[in-house]
């Protein structure tokens, strides 16, 4: 069994980055810049919105934080975010999520110029990545697939299978899965026998927000667990979707949590940053 260190992974992505970051700036002399919004003082979120930030010193981007009140009206937030598609120096714009109850993320999401929306959530984007034709994909999945890659674990012909099916981690996961030839199954809360489809994965993703939901019964020996959870357990305690003590023996490899999935998320951030600011100057 060997644990898939995703910090690790995730510090090679933002060096290659970095280098890339130094190289435009020497040839062209541009700075890719991130807008990063957040909206109330929700304490995972600060976390989340201070990391992405530490994420763009690291790799020399210019950043900068837009933090409105959690009372911020959906006319306020979306003037920001139309000031935001017309600034020339910010080539990524995100908006941090979940928002407030009051406020319509999706109409958020689908103000921003697609692309400068460096989440991959705009419906543009999203239909692209369903073509295979994409600027950007969207930050945990890819995350995912970068981390099979670094481990040289193989997806095609796979049985693959995403417990979830969110806009922003089951769904393209399941999409970027098929794109390398995996044989793919989305389950959800209606799936029948679930324990028995996850018993089939070759490559199990757990993505469905409840603290250590995977058992092992659930997991067939040898499988490949990757946990996107980032829940609390009995304890207050950072967990994941996978009951990781119990799980591990069983696999060839296995996320962590706290440091497999999550830090991917935002090295991934960084190369989609990187990547519109190269597209917004017709560079490559
Ligand atoms: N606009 C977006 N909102 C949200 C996204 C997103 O990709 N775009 N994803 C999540 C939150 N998220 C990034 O925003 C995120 C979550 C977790 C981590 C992470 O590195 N977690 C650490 C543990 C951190 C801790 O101690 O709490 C780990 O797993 O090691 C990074 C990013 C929802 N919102
Ligand atoms: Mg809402």
Redesign the pocket.
């Known amino acids: 069994m060997q644990i898939i260190d ?2 690790k992974v995730s510090a090679e992505v933002k060096e290659r980055v970095r280098q890339q970051t130094l190289q435009l700036k020497n040839d062209y002399n541009i700075t890719p810049g991130l807008a990063v919004v957040i909206v109330g003082d929700d304490p ?2 600060r ?3 201070n ?2 930030k530490k994420a763009c010193e690291v790799v020399g981007f210019k950043s900068e934080e837009y933090a409105l009140p959690a009372k911020t009206t959906q006319e306020e937030l979306l003037d920001l975010v139309k000031t935001l598609n017309t600034k020339e120096d910010i080539n990524g714009i ?5 928002l407030p109850k009051h406020l319509d993320d999706k109409a958020v999401i689908e103000a921003i110029d697609p692309k400068k929306d460096v ?1 991959a ?1 705009h419906a543009v984007n999203v239909g692209k990545i369903m073509l295979g034709e994409y600027d950007f994909l ?3 999945p890819a995350g995912v697939m970068e981390m099979l890659h670094s481990y040289d674990i193989p997806v095609e012909g796979k049985e693959c299978v995403v417990i979830g099916r969110s806009n ?1 981690v089951g769904k393209p996961m399941g999409m970027l899965l098929l794109h390398e030839n995996g044989t793919v199954t989305i389950c959800h809360s209606r799936t029948k026998n679930l324990a028995e489809v996850c018993r089939r994965a070759d490559i199990l993703v757990a993505a469905v927000g409840i603290p250590k939901f995977v058992k092992a019964d659930m997991v067939k020996d040898g499988a490949v667990v990757i946990d996107v959870g ?1 829940d609390r357990d009995e304890n207050g305690k ?1 967990c994941g979707d996978v009951d990781f003590e119990n799980v591990k023996d069983k696999c060839s490899f296995i996320t ?11 090295s991934t ?1 960084m190369k989609n940053t990187l990547k519109a600011c190269k597209l917004q100057n017709n560079i490559e």
């Open positions: 995703g910090k995972a979120s976390v989340y919105v990391n992405k995100l908006v941090q999520l979940p989440d959530f969207p930050c945990t922003i980032m950072l962590p949590v706290p440091g497999g999935v999550g830090p991917m998320t935002i951030l």
